[in-house]
């Protein structure tokens, strides 16, 4: 089993309420049916931890795999009541926020950057653990789905670690180039902030 294989399935059951990619699916699903029924927002964090590569190869899985924990029990101490968390694999988790706007979303993932960002400073390593952060949430008034609300979170994440400097411990939930929409299959003139 290599180093990644053994990060990609991390076992969080230590953290209980942490959803992992097969639970998390059925519930995403429901969440965005009710907030498409009712009317209200629906927001997505997709987040990822930068250097996190780095550091596994450094001081191992089993260290890593600490690192995992340590940050599934803080975004759940952080976390709003209402909200889920699922760690989707690899270094990457994703908290569903009902009834959240696009701001308010946004304003969440920049104290829960900040919050990582000091609570992981400690850790050492060849370069500091932070966290990058994709920022998306459902568009009023229009027909959606849940896969293009998550999709969409990714790709601003993704875009963040690769487009933004410095690529790493950023927020972003702002437009991404009229290619990238292409790419995701996402109608852009029904998504907040495109």
């Known amino acids: 089993m290599t180093v990644a294989h053994a990060i990609a399935h991390a076992d969080l059951r230590a953290v209980p309420g942490v959803l992992d990619r097969q639970a998390m699916q059925p519930t995403f699903e429901s969440i965005a049916q009710a907030a498409r029924a009712s009317g209200r927002s629906l927001a997505v964090l997709?987040?990822?931890i930068d250097h996190f590569k780095d550091y596994q190869d450094e001081h191992?899985?089993?260290q890593a795999e600490q690192v995992l924990t340590q940050l599934a029990m803080l975004l759940q101490q952080l976390q709003p009541s209402s909200a889920s968390l699922a760690y989707l694999g690899a270094d990457e988790f994703m908290l569903i926020l009902p009834d959240t706007g696009l701001a308010a979303a946004a304003e969440l993932?920049?104290?829960?950057?900040?919050?990582i960002a000091t609570a992981l400073a400690q850790?050492?390593?060849l370069r500091p653990l932070t966290a990058t952060i994709?920022?998306?949430?459902s568009p009023p008034n229009q027909d959606w789905q849940a896969t293009t609300l998550l999709t969409l979170a990714d790709a601003r994440m993704t875009f963040a670690k690769r487009r933004l400097l410095p690529h790493h411990n950023l927020v972003?939930?702002?437009t991404l180039p009229s290619d990238w929409y292409?790419?995701?299959d996402v109608p852009a003139g029904i998504w907040p902030s495109l």
């Not at 993932?109 to 919050?115: F, M, Q, V």
Request: glycine share 20%.
């Open 46 to 48: 997709t987040l990822d």
């Open 60 to 62: 191992g899985p089993a």
């Open 109 to 115: 993932a920049e104290r829960l950057r900040d919050r």
């Open 123 to 125: 850790l050492g390593g």
């Open 134 to 137: 994709g920022v998306a949430a």
């Open 172 to 174: 972003w939930a702002g």
């Open 182 to 184: 292409l790419r995701l």
